[in-house]
């Protein structure tokens, strides 16, 4: 059964950091793109970042680059979100997602999410 | 980056209705079109993907139909633990974009 475990999530201040993890077990974790999701009161859904298996290719929104790092160790079956910079349009609950990206790509399973609070 | 619109906004129906939620992309996204659904307090879950696709474990109540720029997500008989938001996701630009959802209610 694949589950995924977010951690991480917190209070912090504006400008603050904070890293997140994704815990993930139930499935070949290298052999797979990864993403996070972010739910905000402001934008509700809105997707944050994304890695290939091998963690060489990265992608990120707009409202996030510059600031946010995205990475992984398949040894460890872990996926991260560094986040500087933290803004109040930040604050939600963060997913990740395992990503199906075949000739369709789609987020297959998602974890519980995190939340994430900045504010002073 | 492409606008993913949905309609309505919310909705309330009978156990047993047929209910239909239309996604519009403001650019084409060929296929590329994935609904999913959050029950209250949980994370999303994949019911649809590649517009017409049933996700496996999935209820055969729930499908999906469109292309390029108009979508449906029907719910041919609605049943209680169907109480939920629903959302369109398109995955055809790089920048990924949702809808802002459809909450269904029952009466």
């Known amino acids: 059964e694949v589950q995924l475990l977010e951690s991480g999530g917190g209070l912090v201040q504006p400008g603050g950091s904070l890293r997140l993890s994704c815990a993930a077990s139930g499935f070949s974790f290298s052999n797979y793109a990864m993403t996070w999701v972010r739910q905000t009161p402001g934008k509700g859904l809105e997707w944050v970042s994304a890695l290939s298996g091998s963690g060489r290719n990265t992608y990120y929104a707009d409202s996030v680059k510059g600031r946010f790092t995205i990475s992984r160790d398949n040894s460890k079956n872990t996926l991260y979100l560094q986040m500087n910079s933290l803004r109040a349009e930040d604050m939600g609950v963060y997913y990740c997602?395992?990503?199906?990206?075949?000739?369709?790509?789609?987020?297959?399973?998602w974890g519980q999410g995190t939340l994430v609070t900045v504010s002073s | 980056d492409i606008q993913m619109t949905q309609s309505p906004s919310s909705l309330s129906a009978s156990v047993g209705d047929r209910v239909t939620i239309t996604c519009r992309a403001s650019?084409?996204?060929?296929?590329?079109l994935n609904w999913y659904q959050q029950k209250p307090g949980k994370a999303p879950k994949l019911l649809i993907y590649?517009?017409?696709s049933l996700q496996s474990g999935v209820p055969s109540r729930f499908s999906g139909s469109g292309s390029g720029t108009d979508f449906t997500l029907t719910i041919s008989s609605l049943r209680s633990e169907d109480l939920a938001t629903y959302f369109c996701?398109?995955?055809?630009?790089?920048?990924?974009?949702f809808g802002q959802g459809t909450k269904v209610e029952i009466k």
């Open positions: 996701q398109q995955s055809y630009s790089t920048l990924r974009t």
């Open positions: 590649a517009a017409s």
């Open positions: 997602a395992k990503v199906i990206d075949g000739r369709y790509e789609y987020f297959q399973q």
């Open positions: 650019q084409s996204v060929n296929s590329h």
